[in-house]
């Protein structure tokens, strides 16, 4: 038994001692591939059609890719990306190479500039971004709770503070076509963690009474309890948002006339759940 043991032990000091001679000194150079070093994430954006573009990334060696579209927020996304930007005006797109850990191991930038915007997907609402006190005026509060949840309109967003399971919504009136289809998205972010918290968009025939909840089909849904708004976010709810039945985001007119955008927002903590953006656009 103690020559058994004995054994074990040299073959193990063996061990340690090939292990160190295989090992770097360092992380640096051609030490163990921990450390990331910079690389290339240009890009270039190449236009397909009017208003549609194909994004192309001209290095490979990284892990993957996040793109900026016009200050959305930074998502996971491919080596190639089809874009299609219904709106003319000017676009910042910008690009991060993702390597070793998830560090960001570069980062470019292009502008875009659209000079028409599509005559079928255009936008319909109207002061979507509430940079003026004209797009501003666009919109209506609904009160829902008397007290505790307010939509405030600065800093090109419109902010909702919410407490104590108290609720406020803000409409705009819309034309549709009978038969038609319209995609609902906008931009959603907030700086903390929600708690206890929906935020619902729906569209309306009519408006109810101050005072009254709004409800009927969801089409953009960010909800604690589904999973999504527990930690700092920002982005299109089509991306970070919740709930796949409750955020599919399209609304098919069943008669032509004037309907309503309804953005409802309220919980037990919303410190400053922001939107920007909005579009309510018809479908090719």
């Keep these: ?4 043991y004995i054994h074990k032990r040299l073959l193990l000091s063996a061990a340690i001692l090939f292990m160190a001679s295989c090992s770097p000194d360092t992380v640096d150079g051609d030490g163990n591939g921990i450390t990331q070093s910079s690389v290339d994430a ?31 927020g930074f998502n996971i996304g491919k080596e190639e990306e089809t874009l299609f930007l219904p709106d003319a005006g000017t676009y910042v797109i910008q690009h991060q190479a993702i390597g070793i850990g998830g560090v960001v191991a570069g980062t470019s930038s292009q502008t875009i500039v659209v000079p028409t ?16 006190p004209d797009e501003i005026a666009k919109w209506t509060k609904h009160i829902i709770s008397p007290s505790g949840a307010e939509w405030v309109f600065s800093n090109g967003k419109a902010t909702i503070v919410a407490n104590g ?59 604690t309890w589904a999973g999504c708004g527990t930690s700092a976010f920002k982005g299109k709810i089509s991306s970070v948002g919740c709930d796949a039945a409750k955020n599919g985001g399209v609304f ?24 920007d953006k909005v579009e309510f656009r018809r479908m090719q």
């Excluded at 573009?53 to 892990?63: A, C, D, Q």
């Excluded at 929600?194 to 409800?215: C, H, K, M, R």
């Excluded at 098919?252 to 939107?275: E, F, H, Q, W």
């Design 1 to 4: 038994m103690i020559t058994r």
């Design 42 to 72: 240009s890009f270039t954006a190449t236009k397909t059609a009017e208003n549609r573009y194909t994004l192309k990334r001209s290095f490979n060696n990284y892990i993957t890719s996040k793109w900026n579209i016009d200050d959305d």
């Design 117 to 132: 915007s599509d005559p079928v997907s255009g936008n319909m609402i109207q002061g979507g971004r509430f940079d003026t």
């Design 165 to 223: 399971g108290s609720q406020q919504a803000i409409y705009q009136a819309v034309n549709v076509e009978a038969g038609k289809k319209y995609s609902i998205d906008m931009v959603a972010s907030s700086d903390t963690a929600l708690v206890n918290t929906w935020f619902e968009v729906y569209v309306l025939n009519s408006i109810p009474a101050s005072g009254q909840d709004v409800g009927g089909t969801v089409y953009r849904n960010i909800n």
């Design 252 to 275: 098919t007119a069943t008669t032509t006339g004037t309907v309503y955008l309804v953005i409802k927002c309220g919980g037990d903590t919303v410190n400053s759940l922001s939107i």
